[in-house]
């Protein structure tokens, strides 16, 4: 079973700064992709930002520029640094983590989500 412990999250004014973490742990031998999605109220969820094994990062266009999404391989943790943030970035934000199957393909596994807020 693995685990997903998700941290970083809060209550920030317009232009200010978060750091989300997301920490994977259980029967982990190697992980493939990791990524952050959100949801906001009434809304689909979506893709915010995935960086691969190899560390190749691709991110939504609403947040290049403005968000870093990284990894420390180590620690099975997964960052997402979020600057110049804006009130349409308020959503529950979704950790995402990729484990190989060992028939091929992969298994995805969710954080519990955390609450950013972005007033204006």
């Known amino acids: 079973q693995v685990q997903l412990v998700e941290s970083g999250g809060g209550l920030v004014q317009a232009g200010g700064s978060l750091r989300l973490s997301c920490e994977a742990s259980?029967?982990?031998?190697?992980?493939?992709?990791m990524g952050w999605y959100r949801q906001a109220p009434g809304k689909q969820r979506e893709l915010v930002a995935s960086?691969?094994?190899?560390?190749?990062?691709n991110y939504a266009d609403s947040v290049k520029g403005r968000f870093t999404i990284s990894r420390d391989n180590a620690k099975n943790t997964v960052y997402l640094q979020m600057n110049s943030l804006k009130p349409e970035d308020t959503a529950v934000y979704y950790c995402?983590?990729?484990?190989?199957?060992?028939?091929?393909?992969?298994?995805?596994?969710w954080g519990q989500g955390t609450q950013v807020t972005v007033s204006s």
């Open positions: 995402n983590v990729l484990l190989p199957l060992p028939v091929g393909g992969s298994y995805a596994y």
């Open positions: 259980g029967s982990i031998f190697s992980i493939n992709a």
């Open positions: 960086i691969t094994s190899g560390g190749r990062t």
